[in-house]
């Protein structure tokens, strides 16, 4: 499967962004998806996954009640609306798939990463 994230940019804190990950090839909504971030002199770390069905979401401690991960079947499409967000939360985010129906964090496939950069 491919993916491919889009959607990062430069915010001012407080503000919002939503990243979108597109996914395809064989399967693709067979898949639980996530999105990781690594932010600069930092190691990758999750942020946010979704089962194959758009259900049972998970988050990571630091952005519980900021970030809302969901899914389009449909489109095949995952997205990550970031609200409230914070200097601490400039990183590389990167989509990532695990095949089945939940999301257990040990993804197959990562796609490439989109930049969010948070000025204070």
């Known amino acids: 499967v491919q993916l491919q994230a889009s959607g990062g940019g430069l915010v001012q804190a407080g503000g919002s962004l939503r990243l979108s990950c597109s996914a395809s090839?064989?399967?693709?909504?067979?898949?639980?998806m996530g999105w990781f971030r690594q932010a600069p002199g930092k190691g990758r770390e999750f942020v946010a996954g979704?089962?194959?069905?758009?259900?049972?979401?998970d988050y990571a401690d630091s952005v519980k009640g900021r970030f809302t991960i969901s899914r389009d079947g449909a489109k095949g499409t995952v997205y990550l609306q970031m609200n409230n967000l914070k200097p601490e939360d400039t990183a590389v985010y990167y989509c990532a798939a695990e095949w089945g129906s939940s999301w257990s964090g040990a993804p197959d496939y990562w796609g490439r990463g989109t930049l969010v950069t948070v000025s204070s």
């Open positions: 979704i089962g194959w069905n758009g259900g049972s979401p």
């Open positions: 090839g064989r399967n693709y909504n067979g898949y639980a």
